[in-house]
C-alpha cells in the first residue's frame, strides 16, 4: 500500500485528487493539506510514501516544501502552468501533472510511483511476510493469508500479480511485481515457466503442448525461455522413458 498526502491550497483541486486516489487500488490518502505547514506536520509522522504536491501555493510554495525536507517521499508535482516542470524535475521528483488533471494522466502517474516503490523495498521485507509456510499479501485493503501449499500458479499483470488458489474461483490480486514474490517462494517447489507465469509444480497435473493444463480447460503456457528448464524437471521423474 502506497501512503499518500494531497498538498494544495484550492479545494476543488484537493477534492479531484481525492476522489482519484479513492479509485486507485493500493494508494490511500493519509491527509489533505491547504498549506506547506500543514504538510510537514503529517510528514514528520514518516508514514507517508508519496505526496501530490501544487508548485504555486502562498507563502512556501510546492517546490520549497520539497527542498526543505532532509528525506522527502516520492513527489508528483502538480500546478496549471508548465513552465515549472523542469523546476520539478532537478528535485528529482517522479512526475509531473498538469492542471486540469486527466485521470489517465493520474493513473499514469501511479504507475510510476508503483515502480519506484516496489524498486526501493528491500527484498527482506517481503521475505518477512512468509510465515509457517503461508503468505501474507495485501489485496484490497486487507492482509490475506495464503497457505503456500495450495498456491496452483501466479500470474503477472504489470504492476500486479494474480495467485490463484485450490479451492478459489478468482484469483487474490496483489499489488506486487513477480520477482519479489518469487524470491520469497520455495525454488524447489515454484518454477517460472513463462515471463509471465510462476507455478507449483506440486500441483501439476497435466502438461499438453507446451502447455499445463489445469481443471475447467484452464492452461498456463510454457515459454521458450524456460522449457528447458521445466521438461529436464519433468525428465526426472518420466517412468516412460528408455534406460
Known amino acids: 500500500m502506497i501512503r499518500c498526502i494531497i498538498v494544495d491550497d484550492e479545494p476543488l483541486a484537493v ?58 517521499p516520492m513527489v508528483v508535482f502538480t500546478t ?64 490475506l493469508r495464503v497457505p503456500i501449499g495450495s498456491i496452483k500458479y501466479i500470474e503477472s499483470m504489470s504492476e500486479y500479480v494474480r495467485i490463484f488458489v485450490e479451492d478459489n474461483p478468482k484469483p487474490i490480486v496483489s499489488l506486487l511485481s513477480m520477482k519479489k514474490i518469487e524470491e520469497c517462494l520455495p525454488a524447489e517447489t515454484f518454477m517460472r515457466v513463462h515471463r509471465s507465469y510462476l507455478v507449483n509444480l506440486n500441483k501439476v497435473k497435466e502438461v499438453s503442448k507446451m502447455r499445463i493444463v489445469y481443471d475447467g480447460n484452464v492452461y498456463v503456457p510454457i515459454g521458450d525461455m524456460y522449457k528447458d528448464t521445466f521438461f529436464e524437471y519433468i525428465d526426472k521423474y518420466f517412468v516412460g522413458k528408455n534406460k
Not at 28 to 51: P, R
Not at 85 to 104: M, N, T, W
Open 80 to 143: 496549471a502552468y508548465s513552465e515549472y516542470a523542469i523546476e520539478g524535475f532537478k528535485l528529482d521528483a517522479v512526475d509531473y501533472l498538469l492542471k486540469p488533471i486527466a485521470f489517465d494522466d493520474f493513473l499514469k502517474a501511479f504507475n510510476k510511483l508503483n515502480r519506484f516503490f516496489n524498486a526501493a523495498r528491500p527484498a527482506a521485507e517481503l521475505a518477512d511476510s512468509v510465515v509457517n509456510d503461508c503468505l501474507y499479501v495485501k489485496s484490497d485493503y486487507r492482509m
Open 15 to 72: 477534492a479531484q485528487l481525492e476522489n482519484y486516489v479513492e479509485r486507485v487500488p493500493f494508494l490511500v490518502n493519509v491527509g489533505s493539506c491547504s498549506s506547506a505547514a500543514e504538510a510537514m506536520e503529517i510528514l514528520s509522522s514518516g508514514n507517508v510514501d508519496a505526496m501530490f504536491v501544487d508548485i504555486n501555493m502562498p507563502d512556501i510554495d510546492g517546490v520549497q516544501l520539497v527542498r526543505s525536507l532532509a528525506r522527502p
